[in-house]
């Protein structure tokens, strides 16, 4: 089995974080991104998509998706549990992490996309080469400070992004956040809950991953 990954980028990150938690270690190949690795023959024969993170297993089945890859190892390895334990909790954690996805690492990756020159014409993830929107830089920023809004006022409420426990809804807050610095986009002294919660995660072993 091997994992395909690229250590700077947030998606390979989640799973790394969540391998780590879990105590599994695997083989990992890096895919240098920002170098094309990714969108040359070689990777996209394994991954046609040529997105990161990517796992082959050794029937040669090939799984990209980070949350998908999680899965796979959540259900080989219950312990600890970072998807919930039950329909109740499961649902929580899966709706907290749409919520990290869609309002958080998405709009940090828009502005991201469209404002670094490396990716001027690779403003969307994958193999078609698409010209960066300078203009969507705004409005990713407008979202990101709306997200940390958010994310304040759920830790205001709940030890973790998704309740009492810790869960892959914090992994991908915690990758989103530190990708958000990328941008210059860090927690402000307005966000106390946050501030708290990311000294929590990011003291675990796994933030190293
Ligand atoms: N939804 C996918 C997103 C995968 C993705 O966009 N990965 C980025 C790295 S963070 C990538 O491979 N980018 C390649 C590129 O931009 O050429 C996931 O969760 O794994």
Redesign the pocket.
């Known amino acids: 089995m091997k994992l395909y990954d ?1 250590t700077m ?4 990150r ?1 799973v790394r974080v969540f391998l780590a938690e879990k105590g599994i270690e695997i083989e990992k190949v890096q895919v240098d ?1 920002p170098a ?1 690795e ?2 040359a023959p070689a990777f996209r024969a394994i991954n046609p998509r ?4 990517t796992l082959v297993l050794d029937d040669g089945t090939v799984i ?4 998908a ?1 999680s899965l796979y190892f959540e259900t080989l390895h219950p312990d600890p549990p970072l998807v919930g334990t039950d329909a109740k909790s499961r649902a929580v954690i899966a709706s907290a992490l749409r919520h990290m ?1 869609f309002d958080g690492l998405q709009p940090v ?1 828009e502005v991201f ?1 469209n404002s670094n020159p490396t ?1 001027a014409n ?1 403003s ?4 078609e080469g698409v010209p960066a929107v300078p203009g969507l830089v705004a409005r990713g920023r407008a979202s990101v400070a709306r997200f940390y809004t958010s994310l304040n006022d759920t830790l205001a409420e709940s030890e973790f992004v998704a309740g009492d426990t810790y869960s892959i809804a914090d992994i991908t807050a915690f990758c989103t956040v530190d990708f958000a610095k990328w941008i210059q986009m860090r927690i402000g002294d307005e966000h106390p809950h946050v501030k708290r919660w990311y000294a929590a995660v990011s003291s675990r072993p796994s933030a190293s991953a």
């Open positions: 690229y980028a947030p998606n390979p989640r991104i094309g990714n969108l040529g997105l990161l993170p990209d998706e980070s949350v890859i996805e990756a996309r990716f690779r969307i993830s994958g193999t």
